[in-house]
C-alpha cells in the first residue's frame, strides 16, 4: 500500500489530458500532470509502482514520491504547477540611510597610507562611526553592487 495514493476526479484527469495534448508549459508541470495520470488510482484506473513511472517519464522515484505527497495534501493545483520561488523574506542589513553613508564613504578619500578602500576597511569604518553594530565585508560588497558603485 503506498502512504500517497493518488486517485483523481474525471474532471482533474481531463485537465491533465489538455495540458499535456497542448503540449506547451513547463517542463516540470507538464511531467507532474504525466506523473499524477500514472499514479492515478481510481477505481477504474489500476495506478502504476513509482519505479515503473520514473522509468517511463524518465525522472527519479524521489520526484514521483514528492508528488502523490503534494497531491494528497495540498491538492491537485499544488501537485501539478511548479514550486513556489522566492517566497522567502530576507531582512536587510542596511537601510536606506545607512547605504547612502556607505556611499558617501566608499567616495571619499581612503583612510591615511591606504591608496584605496577596500571592503572590510569599510565595513570597519561603518562600525567604527556607529552607523551601524556590525556588519560584514559582503554584505559592504552587495550593496555597493546593487548602486553599481566601482569605487572600491
Known sequence: ??????TLEEHERE???????????EVRMLRHAQILLKADQSHDAAGWSDDRIAEAIDVGIATVQRVRERFVLEGFDAAVRAYDKGSRVYNKKLDGKQEAHLIALACAAPPEGRGRWTL????????????????CHETVRQTLKKMNSSRI
Open 1 to 6: 500500500m503506498k502512504k500517497y495514493r493518488v
Open 15 to 25: 485537465e491533465l489530458r489538455r495540458l499535456l495534448a497542448r503540449g506547451k508549459g
Open 120 to 135: 572590510r576597511l569599510l565595513a570597519e569604518k561603518m562600525v567604527e562611526l556607529k552607523y551601524v553594530d556590525e556588519l
